[in-house]
T-cell receptor
Framework: AQSVAQPEDQVNVAEGNPLTVKCTYSVSGNPYLFWYVQYPNRGLQFLLKYITGDNLVKGSYGFEAEFNKSQTSFHLKKPSALVSDSALYFCAVRDLLTDSWGKLQFGAGTQVVVTP | GAVVSQHPSWVICKSGTSVKIECRSLDFQATTMFWYRQFPKQSLMLMATSNEGSKATYEQGVEKDKFLINHASLTLSTLTVTSAHPEDSSFYIC?????????????FGPGTRLTVL
């Protein structure tokens, strides 16, 4: 069965500083990996995904993530954080070996707080 | 593109009544839709997977007679919370996969806040 771990409940960063949100995963087969962001009382917005190919994936709003197979990680990064990046971030994985419908397993979420 | 809507965005109802939530894919055909439940400051809990024209598949522990799901067309899925009680109060979110696309990601609706008095 697949699982996703986001080890940090909250990440605090000053505006303009680099932002990293950690994610590790466990799957039986090859993973499809995703990052989503959620603002209060809203649904999830898709940021980026890793399916295959280049391990460094670039997404929306200046975010990027690096797929590391040996460390089973898919950390989300942004070189310079904005106050508007303050939100709840979810990492998700789909295990191709066990799922044919596209079901995602979500991590617990990481609250990002960017201070001015 | 890839917009998913939900209606209503919020609903307050009395205990014992039933509430229907609609999820629509506005600009693509969704062969598969998913229904999630989210408690405050927590992750999404998958309730069921809905495929057009067939019965929904419920996750373990989710009562299928309590949470009725209908996926009647490629653009519409509905979740009906039957005989709602205060413990059913939650944020319900749907998502959809583009059946024709190869993107693999799910597109999420804005969510429905259900409060049962």
């Amino acid at each position: 069965a697949q699982s996703v771990a986001q080890p940090e409940d909250q990440v605090n960063v000053a505006e303009g500083n680099p932002l990293t949100v950690k994610c590790t995963y466990s799957v039986s087969g090859n993973p499809y990996l995703f990052w989503y962001v959620q603002y209060p009382n809203r649904g999830l917005q898709f940021l980026l995904k890793y399916i295959t190919g280049d391990n460094l994936v670039k997404g929306s709003y200046g975010f990027e993530a690096e797929f590391n197979k040996s460390q089973t990680s898919f950390h989300l990064k942004k070189p310079s954080a904005l106050v508007s990046d303050s939100a709840l971030y979810f990492c998700a994985v789909r295990d191709l070996l066990t799922d044919s419908w596209g079901k995602l397993q979500f991590g617990a979420g990481t609250q990002v707080v960017v201070t001015p | 593109g890839a917009v998913v809507s939900q209606h209503p965005s919020w609903v307050i109802c009395k205990s014992g009544t039933s509430v229907k939530i609609e999820c629509r894919s506005l600009d693509f055909q969704a062969t598969t839709m998913f229904w999630y439940r989210q408690f405050p400051k927590q992750s999404l809990m998958l309730m069921a997977t809905s495929n057009e024209g067939s019965k929904a598949t419920y996750e373990q522990g989710v009562e299928k007679d309590k949470f009725l799901i209908n996926h009647a067309s490629l653009t519409l899925s509905t979740l009906t919370v039957t005989s709602a009680h205060p413990e059913d109060s939650s944020f319900y979110i749907c998502s959809a996969r583009d059946g024709a696309g190869a993107g693999h990601e799910q597109f999420f609706g804005p969510g429905t806040r259900l409060t049962v008095l």
